[in-house]
Antibody
């Protein structure tokens, strides 16, 4: 059974750093495309970053230069290192496993989310 | 970036109603369009991928279609468990942008 469990969220001051983890089971993180998606309180969904099986990464403009997606193959875990945090980064952060099919690419499994609050 | 719009932003419907939600992309995305359902306090759930492919385990009352840059999600007969917010997402080009969502509540 595929499971994703996020951790590492919490309260951090503006300018601070936080590292989110997403422990996966039931599949191999390094063999799959993996994404982070966030949702500010009461708002919609915002895709943040993706890492491909080969290690290529892409990020939203809001994350470029501040957030880094990575993985630890030995721990089957995905990470999001977040630096220089701002008030507007306050959100629930979800990790997702991505899959692809003919003319399709999608987030088919999601974690339960971890809340990041940036506030002084 | 590709902009995604959805309409309506909210709707009220009754159990048994046919519900149609539309999504429009600001440029061609082929069929790289997904639909997700989200209930309060829960993670999103994939319903439809590649514009019209039903995700495994999703009831057949959900269906998706495409015409150019216009996409629709149809719920053929609304059930009590379908009251939720629905998001479309383009996955053709990063950033994979989402629509603003459509909240479906009880009339």
């Amino acid at each position: 059974e595929v499971q994703l469990v996020e951790s590492g969220g919490g309260l951090v001051q503006p300018g601070g750093s936080l590292r989110l983890s997403c422990a996966a089971s039931g599949f191999t993180v390094s063999s799959n495309y993996m994404s982070w998606v966030r949702q500010a309180p009461g708002k919609g969904l915002e895709w943040v970053s993706v890492i491909y099986p080969g290690g290529t990464t892409y990020s939203a403009d809001s994350a470029k230069g501040r957030f880094t997606i990575s993985r630890d193959n030995s721990k089957n875990t995905l990470y999001l290192q977040m630096n220089s945090l701002r008030d507007e980064d306050t959100a629930v952060y979800y990790c997702a496993r991505d899959s692809s099919a003919s003319s399709g690419y999608y987030h088919d499994y999601w974690g339960q989310g971890t809340l990041v609050t940036v506030s002084s | 970036d590709i902009q995604m719009t959805q309409s309506p932003s909210s709707l009220s419907a009754s159990v048994g109603d046919r519900v149609i939600i539309t999504c429009r992309a600001s440029q061609s995305i082929s069929t790289y369009l997904n639909w997700y359902q989200q209930k309060p306090g829960k993670a999103p759930k994939l319903l439809i991928y590649a514009a019209s492919s039903l995700q495994r385990g999703v009831p057949s009352r959900f269906s998706g279609s495409a015409s150019g840059t216009d996409f629709t999600l149809t719920i053929s007969s609304l059930q009590p468990e379908d009251f939720a917010t629905y998001f479309c997402q383009q996955s053709d080009i990063t950033p994979f942008t989402f629509g603003p969502g459509t909240k479906v509540d009880i009339k």
